[in-house]
């Protein structure tokens, strides 16, 4: 049957509309968890075939090579029963598609409710002639029926589908599969062999260890005020190990009069940061939102004058600082905006990005976009076109061996995560086999903040491209009323409280490291599990006094899951 249907929003065309059976089927669907179908998916000349397993899989739809179904825009050619969704389950989408005729393009998913209302549910960058995995879901706010539609940019675009896939999890399944993904990307297996120098075993070995540095940063951003109060002070140096600032380091702060830098507050708060070991993320070099420039940069109309400017606050910022940061958003959300394009050329960001790689070779530099991971709805800078501009800049000429990096903001609004769409859109990001870091997580006040920002938190911790997250909270003085972890007296908050909790839970505690490696018999060999970083290592033996040695041990994931560490002993 056909039928013309009218365009959905945003320029896409509905190519295909499953209103589809809801029937218990026991088939495969790609495991959102499963690092080999996470991150290289990207056109494959054959989808693979569907095997059954013992899962719970709300829809399948598997046609064979010879057969795929061609779905043309404004038109619904198949038609079954409507999917139910239940409020609060976690569902993973799934669909391998390919594209005929025109270029490549995004193809997406689309849950339409009852009501009419749009969930966009995940998207892919499809090409002609091979298959790609589109992945996403729904975690519905209401339960009800709901259609799904896959989506294109391109009115002409005729998209083939195949082992379209939909699957249930409800939300302590997700956290058990997060668990133990947990355990697969954040820690390794630790075996001492402590001998002497004939190679006989030393029994009755003390080995003790203490976490020294963290792997995986759960940080904080900080403001000026924290000049101002000692208690700020106290409360952050005592939780977290990286930091942003959020508008010192800015251009408009540096430079508010034309010639005039003031780097004092944003000096002074670096200092406290290197006093207490807390590294410092760059943010931001520039920002191409033409509001966030400094009053007196929009009034240059020049060309040639407006790169003058830009080149210097460019050379001031970055060798005022080379060398004492880990990272640097070079030209803030720019996918978002184009100031400087429009003013200095389409290729500006990436020559900005030369410059600063030129500047500091060794410092991370990232793209750094909202709505990329938290919203669906997002078209401007969807996970596929943060990739392609990150990709873009890496091409530029000169750009090859940049640490380039993916800065996530994650400004999640004040309802129920959509964690199955946000885990898609981190396995786009990190396609590119670039670190991935969550750069100013936060979320408005709302009676369920604590609990949903504890989803979001796990969430990004159990990717595997994930390297690290910083919210943007702080106590009632810091001025941070959407993310506000602490009262007037620092006492903790309820979303405070989580902060805390992940804190200590991320950060390997000497008490769950078995202090006494025992060896009863020759060879005989233990395991013990610990989270990636650095340890201080102290072996001793209680009845020989001269048998004392120490050592650094890195623990890390390039290891593989597990590191043999093997001391010799002098006595």
């Given at each position: 049957?056909?039928?013309?249907?009218k365009?959905i929003?945003n320029?896409?065309?509905?190519?295909?509309?499953?209103?589809?059976?809801c029937?218990v089927?026991?088939g495969i669907?790609i495991?959102p968890f499963?690092r080999?179908?996470?991150?290289?998916?990207e056109?494959?000349?054959?989808p693979p075939?569907s095997?059954a397993?013992q899962e719970?899989?709300?829809?399948?739809r598997s046609?064979?090579?010879d057969s795929d179904q061609?779905w043309?825009?404004g038109?619904?050619?198949?038609?079954?029963?409507?999917i139910?969704?239940?409020?609060g389950?976690?569902?993973?989408?799934?669909?391998?598609?390919?594209l005929r005729?025109?270029n490549d393009?995004?193809v997406g998913?689309?849950?339409r409710s009852?009501?009419g209302r749009?969930?966009h549910g995940g998207e892919?960058?499809?090409?002609?002639g091979?298959?790609?995995l589109l992945k996403?879901?729904?975690v519905?706010?209401?339960?009800?029926p709901?259609?799904?539609?896959?989506?294109?940019e391109?009115?002409?675009?005729?998209i083939?589908?195949?082992n379209?896939?939909l699957?249930?999890f409800s939300?302590e399944e997700?956290?058990?599969?997060?668990?133990?993904?947990i355990e697969k990307?954040?820690k390794?297996?630790?075996?001492f062999?402590?001998t002497y120098?004939?190679k006989?075993?030393?029994k009755d070995?003390?080995?003790?260890?203490?976490q020294?540095?963290?792997?995986f940063?759960?940080?904080c951003?900080?403001n000026?005020r924290?000049?101002?109060s000692?208690?700020?002070?106290k409360?952050f140096?005592s939780?977290?190990a990286?930091?942003?600032?959020t508008?010192?380091?800015?251009?408009y702060?540096t430079e508010?009069?034309?010639?005039?830098?003031?780097?004092?507050?944003?000096?002074s708060?670096l200092?406290?940061?290197?006093?207490?070991g807390?590294?410092?993320r760059?943010?931001?070099?520039l920002?191409?939102?033409?509001?966030m420039?400094p009053?007196?940069v929009k009034k240059v109309?020049?060309?040639?004058?407006?790169?003058?400017v830009?080149?210097?606050?460019i050379?001031?910022?970055?060798k005022?600082?080379?060398g004492?940061?880990?990272g640097?958003?070079v030209?803030?959300e720019?996918?978002?905006w184009?100031?400087?394009?429009?003013?200095?050329?389409v290729?500006?960001?990436?020559r900005f990005?030369?410059?600063?790689y030129?500047l500091?070779?060794d410092v991370?530099?990232f793209?750094n976009?909202y709505n990329t991971?938290?919203?669906?709805?997002?078209?401007?800078?969807?996970?596929v076109?943060?990739?392609?501009k990150m990709e873009?800049i890496?091409?530029?000429?000169g750009?090859?061996n940049i640490k380039?990096?993916?800065?996530?903001?994650?400004h999640f609004?004040?309802?129920?995560?959509?964690?199955a769409?946000?885990r898609?859109?981190?396995d786009?990001?990190?396609?590119?086999?670039?670190?991935?870091w969550?750069?100013?997580?936060?979320m408005?006040?709302?009676?369920?903040?604590?609990?949903?920002?504890?989803?979001i938190?796990?969430?990004?911790y159990?990717?595997?491209?994930?390297e690290?997250i910083i919210?943007?909270?702080g106590p009632?003085?810091s001025?941070?009323?959407?993310l506000?972890?602490a009262d007037?007296d620092?006492?903790?908050?309820e979303t405070?409280?989580v902060i805390d909790?992940?804190?200590?839970e991320?950060?390997q505690?000497?008490?769950d490291?078995?202090?006494i490696f025992?060896?009863?018999?020759?060879?005989?060999e233990?395991d013990?599990?610990?989270?990636?970083?650095l340890?201080?290592?102290?072996?001793s033996?209680?009845?020989?006094?001269?048998l004392?040695?120490?050592?650094?041990?890195?623990?890390?994931?390039?290891?593989g899951?597990?590191q043999?560490?093997r001391?010799?002993?002098?006595?």
């Amino acid at each position: 049957m056909r039928r013309k249907m009218k365009n959905i929003n945003n320029g896409f065309f509905p190519c295909m509309l499953f209103l589809l059976m809801c029937l218990v089927y026991s088939g495969i669907a790609i495991d959102p968890f499963s690092r080999s179908h996470s991150l290289k998916t990207e056109c494959i000349m054959k989808p693979p075939r569907s095997i059954a397993e013992q899962e719970l899989t709300l829809l399948s739809r598997s046609d064979e090579d010879d057969s795929d179904q061609e779905w043309e825009n404004g038109a619904i050619r198949e038609m079954a029963q409507r999917i139910q969704l239940q409020q609060g389950i976690i569902y993973s989408f799934s669909a391998w598609v390919k594209l005929r005729g025109g270029n490549d393009k995004k193809v997406g998913v689309v849950f339409r409710s009852g009501n009419g209302r749009l969930v966009h549910g995940g998207e892919v960058r499809a090409k002609q002639g091979c298959w790609s995995l589109l992945k996403g879901g729904i975690v519905p706010n209401v339960s009800g029926p709901v259609d799904i539609f896959f989506e294109s940019e391109d009115r002409e675009a005729k998209i083939y589908a195949n082992n379209v896939l939909l699957k249930r999890f409800s939300k302590e399944e997700w956290k058990l599969k997060q668990n133990q993904l947990i355990e697969k990307i954040r820690k390794n297996k630790v075996r001492f062999e402590v001998t002497y120098k004939n190679k006989t075993t030393v029994k009755d070995a003390v080995i003790s260890l203490k976490q020294t540095k963290l792997s995986f940063l759960l940080g904080c951003a900080m403001n000026f005020r924290i000049l101002q109060s000692e208690g700020y002070r106290k409360w952050f140096a005592s939780r977290f190990a990286i930091t942003s600032f959020t508008n010192e380091m800015k251009w408009y702060t540096t430079e508010k009069v034309r010639g005039n830098e003031n780097y004092t507050a944003a000096d002074s708060m670096l200092k406290f940061a290197e006093e207490n070991g807390i590294l410092v993320r760059g943010h931001t070099v520039l920002w191409d939102d033409p509001k966030m420039q400094p009053s007196w940069v929009k009034k240059v109309k020049d060309p040639e004058e407006l790169m003058n400017v830009t080149l210097n606050r460019i050379n001031s910022v970055m060798k005022r600082y080379k060398g004492k940061l880990t990272g640097w958003d070079v030209v803030n959300e720019n996918l978002h905006w184009d100031y400087f394009e429009k003013m200095l050329g389409v290729n500006a960001s990436s020559r900005f990005y030369n410059l600063a790689y030129k500047l500091d070779p060794d410092v991370t530099l990232f793209v750094n976009e909202y709505n990329t991971i938290e919203n669906p709805g997002e078209v401007t800078a969807t996970p596929v076109k943060v990739k392609d501009k990150m990709e873009e800049i890496l091409a530029y000429q000169g750009n090859e061996n940049i640490k380039g990096a993916i800065g996530a903001q994650g400004h999640f609004s004040p309802t129920q995560p959509n964690l199955a769409y946000m885990r898609s859109a981190l396995d786009t990001l990190g396609s590119l086999g670039l670190p991935i870091w969550i750069t100013e997580l936060d979320m408005p006040k709302c009676p369920n903040q604590a609990k949903y920002m504890e989803e979001i938190l796990r969430e990004a911790y159990s990717h595997p491209a994930v390297e690290g997250i910083i919210i943007f909270a702080g106590p009632e003085v810091s001025g941070f009323d959407k993310l506000t972890l602490a009262d007037k007296d620092f006492n903790n908050t309820e979303t405070g409280d989580v902060i805390d909790k992940l804190l200590k839970e991320w950060h390997q505690k000497t008490s769950d490291i078995p202090n006494i490696f025992t060896v009863d018999h020759e060879n005989e060999e233990e395991d013990v599990s610990l989270l990636h970083g650095l340890y201080n290592v102290n072996v001793s033996h209680p009845q020989i006094k001269n048998l004392s040695t120490s050592l650094c041990l890195e623990v890390t994931k390039e290891m593989g899951q597990r590191q043999v560490v093997r001391v010799v002993i002098n006595a």
